[in-house]
């Protein structure tokens, strides 16, 4: 069982990559919606440390985010939270995965904030997903409603594209449209999984 780590800023299309790559017959463990739910099984943890942030004893995602993205110190407060339960469930993830009868022949862990956090559990290999700055901006504007300020300050709180390029394994350059970003990400999963095989 290969495990390779999938990272890329914000709006460079890395969900849509481990879209593809769960399509071709990947494994993909999504770290935001291990987030997601992280956030709600902490929620009251996260209030406390945040009530300006929450109502009716729930985070507010909107609030809280502008919040961490707008102070540095709060940001990693929230990380101390959520990461660790994160890593336990990447872990167990990865456990079960392994001890199948018939593990599958590769792994994607979709990690944004990869680097980041210096914490890898995925040894194969690390795959980045690039694109221009305006085309991010303008691609999580129409996803996501963000401002431009929004997209920069969030943006801001990544390691830069050129440095994650400088560290990547594999790096795949989104600035076409879908059909030439899927023929990448089939190029890219037929050679790792015949690599995995070899």
């Not at 101390?80 to 995965?97: E, F, N, Y």
Request: proline share 6%; net charge positive.
């Amino acid at each position: 069982m290969k495990v390779v780590a999938l990272t890329g800023n914000i709006g460079s299309g890395k969900t849509t990559v481990a879209r593809e790559l769960e399509r071709l017959g990947a494994e993909v463990i999504f770290a935001d919606e291990l987030a997601r739910a992280a956030r709600a099984a902490l929620a009251p943890e996260i209030c406390r440390a945040f009530p300006d942030a929450c109502s009716g004893g729930r985070p507010d995602e909107r609030r809280l985010a502008r919040r961490v993205f707008a102070d540095p110190a709060a940001r990693r407060r929230l990380e101390g939270v959520i990461h660790p339960w994160v890593r336990r469930a990447v872990l167990q993830r990865l456990d079960r995965l392994s001890r199948c009868e018939t593990p599958p022949a590769l792994v994607v862990l979709e990690q944004p904030l990869l680097f980041e956090t210096g914490w890898n559990p995925a040894r194969d290999g690390v795959l980045v997903v690039v694109a221009p700055d305006e085309l991010r901006a303008r691609r999580v504007a129409e996803r996501s409603g963000l401002s431009l300020e929004e997209f920069r300050a969030r943006d801001a709180a990544q390691l830069p594209q050129a440095e994650k390029v400088r560290r990547a394994d594999w790096v795949i350059v989104n600035d076409g449209d879908l059909d030439a970003l899927r023929a990448q990400v089939q190029r890219w999963y037929a050679e790792v999984v015949r690599e995995g095989s070899a």
